[in-house]
């Protein structure tokens, strides 16, 4: 990716994650503006998966280029080698902290309202902090396709001589695995955005203020039967008779 883009291109995408983070409650729905705020702890997940994704992920595909063809991702314009190697170093991390950026200027604008992402909101974000980084990157790189088309050294460009073009060779075959791995990186990204939490750590939902809570049905309790107490009555005797004479035959 060429080095002038690179950050604009990085905080496009960051936008672009805060856009799917804030649509993760709506998977088959529109954003609400009835949506509830966000628990605290929950805002640490989303950053550290965008964190990752730009350390692992965006800035190794921009560090390649500065790296192995870095007079292509200058579009040929200077001669790198009189650019100091902190340079580089600076535009590594610059490219990295662009993803995180985005991602945090996507929801402060969104934070403006409340801290929800409403439908009108989102589209607004996704114009002013993504669409118009993008709009940008591509304007420049459509300005330099013919250097950026070409394959070779900043003296061999400024000379004409000894360049091939970038489709078919070593650059172009680079180009389309950095961006392969750029594609998937960003897909398994968004896909862990919007996987719902565990349900043991999901915080419990409160109801609504006009929301009556339901009533519990409890189970009757078991009746319980007692045991029937004993004849407290005197039993009278079998073969007594009246005067204390015995009832039986002679």
Known sequence: MPAFVAPLV??????????????????????RASEPRPAPGTRARPLALVSLFACLVFAPVCAYFLVFAPDWSFAYLVDTRRIPSAVDLVLVLVNAASVPAGFAAANRFAGSAGGRWTAQRAVRALAVLA????????????????????????????????????????????????????????????????????????????????????????????????????????????????????????
């Open 10 to 31: 990085g905080f496009a995408l960051g936008a672009l994650l805060a856009w799917f983070s804030a649509a993760a409650p709506h998977r088959l729905g529109a954003l």
């Open 131 to 250: 669409g118009a980084p993008l709009s940008i990157a591509l304007v420049a790189v459509l300005a330099l396709s013919r250097r950026l088309a070409l394959d070779g050294t900043y003296r061999q460009v400024e000379g004409d001589f000894g360049v091939h073009p970038v489709a078919g060779g070593p650059l172009g075959y680079a180009l389309l695995w950095m961006y392969t791995m750029l594609a998937a990186g960003f897909a398994v990204t968004v896909s862990a955005l919007l996987r719902r939490e565990p349900a043991g750590r999901a915080p419990k939902a409160e109801p609504s203020p006009g929301e009556r809570p339901r009533s519990v049905q409890s189970k009757p309790a078991p009746e319980v039967v007692l045991p029937r107490p004993a004849s407290t009555r005197p039993q009278r005797r079998l073969g007594v008779g009246s005067g204390g004479r015995s009832n039986r035959p002679g």
